[in-house]
């Protein structure tokens, strides 16, 4: 990290933090003060996240986990190309059944996305932990494999008829058909999945709509894209459906 970002970067931490601190003493009169003891201040953490060693987009949420429990997340901001993170964790509230926080020496867990963190940390009450970077490795997501037989106007298809998938709009996909033992036409398709980690749309996202075109025709048949699936679904499509009406409609 430069000294400059640095030097920008630690001024804003510490006007969040005194903005914190500001809330929490005016929670209190001077009576307060003499009769309770101060109320116990988050956790505070901040650094930079990679994933596979790369700067995630910005809008990536970082989470924090107690127990298993997700305590509290935000989402990660670009700072000259580097992506930060900034975390206040709070403590966890005795008086309610239910977890809302971590208690002294618990141990936090992070996770990039879905993805875990390498890093742990303890949580210690009016701690500040300052460039704790987050890193993780995150293999590209397995596509989901479809196959099946191809019909147009209840006829197989000639060998070499494109075939493609398309989710949100936008091919991603095409393969020629071929013709099996028996005669009929056949695709198979390794429908790619979107990497949150990776700039712009590589593929779909989890359960989103898959559509299939044979040629230029739209298929009667869609599936939601599941990561590592594998599919038999055969596809059918009839030529007197004007595409041009219904595709945009469908591919939405």
Not at 10 to 20: F, G, H, Q, T, Y
Not at 55 to 66: D, Q, T, Y
Not at 168 to 181: C, N, P, R
């Amino acid at each position: 990290m430069s000294i400059k970002a640095k030097n920008l970067f630690i001024p804003l931490i510490m006007m969040m933090l005194a903005s914190l601190l500001g809330g929490f003493s005016a929670l209190a009169s001077p009576s307060d003060d003499l009769q309770a003891d101060p109320p116990i201040m988050p956790h505070q953490v901040f650094g930079l996240v990679r994933v596979n060693g790369v700067f995630v987009p910005e809008g990536i949420l970082v989470s924090a986990w107690c127990g298993g429990v997700k305590i509290v997340e935000r989402a990660t901001e670009d700072y000259e190309g580097q992506s930060w993170y900034l975390l206040d964790i709070p403590p966890d509230d005795l008086a309610t059944p239910q977890k809302d926080g971590c208690i002294s020496g618990e141990l936090i867990s992070f996770k990039i996305a879905e993805r875990d963190a390498d890093q742990t940390l303890a949580w210690s009450a009016n701690g500040i932990t300052e460039f704790f970077d987050l890193t993780a490795m995150s293999p590209p997501p397995e596509p989901h494999r479809v196959s099946g037989l191809v019909r147009l106007d209840d006829a197989f298809v000639d060998v070499g008829t494109p075939v493609s998938a398309w989710c949100g709009g936008v091919m991603f996909i095409e393969v020629d058909t071929v013709i099996d033992q028996a005669g009929q036409s056949t695709f198979s398709l390794a429908v790619p999945g979107n990497d949150p980690f990776s700039a712009g749309v590589q593929g779909c996202a989890s359960g989103e709509l898959i559509s299939f075109k044979i040629s230029n025709w739209l298929a009667d048949q869609t599936l939601p894209w599941a990561e590592g699936n594998e599919s038999v679904l055969d596809l059918s499509a009839s030529t007197l459906v004007n595409n041009d009406i219904f595709l945009p409609l469908i591919m939405k």
